[in-house]
């Protein structure tokens, strides 16, 4: 199926733990961002890259750190988890260029403890 | 002033009654403008896009697009319980020439009473 994946779906961790989240995408976009939806339901987007290259780094603890080993992937690591990381993190892609839609992938429910 | 805003509802319509959903937003540059349905527990799913004025039908769904009031909605018609869902309002921010950036509203809660 073409689609958006993320892996895990749910992450359930101890404070000061370190967790990774991955992303794949096969419906041939350029561009995957990140998002992070939280308990109040607010979807904020968190970064962006375009055919590996960061393009959009919004005001994020730098304990968030992406990677992107193709245009296909896109990772994100946490350090340090703290309770305020607790969220819905979703995974996104598109075309590049402003009017192409995004499309979401499952979410991934993260819980520090 | 938020830059997409949307009443947060609860939006309650009757069963077969056409439920219109608003938006309004701040940057007169925008040029895109999604609405996505979000079912509880699920991810964020487009359903209409729309990027000049007037009106884009889709089925049951009619997307309206006013730039001059920097206005935007969504209407449902013959709505269905499977359409009590939220939804979110969302348009492409400044800059970025390379990847679209969607600054979304914080949604409408829609529920279908039958």
């Known amino acids: 199926d073409t689609a958006v994946s993320q892996t895990p779906k749910y992450l359930v961790t101890q404070m000061g733990n370190d967790k990774s989240i991955k992303c794949e995408q096969n419906?041939?976009?350029?561009?995957m961002y990140w998002y992070k939806q939280d308990s109040k339901k607010f979807l904020k987007i968190m970064f962006s890259?375009?055919?590996?290259?960061?393009?959009i780094n919004e005001t994020v603890p730098n304990r968030f750190s992406p990677k992107s080993p193709d245009k296909a992937h896109l990772n994100l690591h946490i350090n340090s988890l703290e309770l305020g990381d607790s969220a819905v993190y979703f995974c996104?892609?598109?075309?590049?260029?402003?009017?192409?839609?995004?499309?979401f992938g499952p979410g991934t429910r993260l819980t520090v403890t | 002033q938020k830059e997409v805003e949307q009443n947060s509802g609860p939006l309650s319509v009757p069963e077969g009654a056409i439920a219109s959903l608003n938006c309004t937003y701040s940057?007169?540059?925008?040029?895109?403008f999604f609405w996505y349905r979000q079912y509880s527990g699920k991810s964020p799913e487009l359903i209409m896009s729309?990027?000049?004025?007037g009106d884009k039908e889709d089925g049951r769904f009619t997307a309206q697009l006013n730039k001059a009031s920097q206005y935007v909605s969504l209407l449902i018609r013959d709505s269905q319980p499977s359409d009590s869902a939220t939804y979110l309002c969302?348009?492409?921010?400044?800059?970025?020439?390379?990847?679209?950036?969607?600054?979304f509203g914080s949604g409408t809660r829609l529920s279908i009473r039958p």
């Open positions: 419906l041939g976009h350029d561009t």
């Open positions: 890259y375009n055919n590996k290259e960061l393009i």
């Open positions: 729309i990027y000049s004025n």
């Open positions: 969302a348009v492409n921010g400044k800059g970025y020439s390379s990847a679209s950036k969607i600054i």
């Open positions: 996104a892609s598109s075309l590049s260029g402003g009017a192409y839609e995004q499309y």
């Open positions: 940057d007169r540059g925008s040029q895109s």
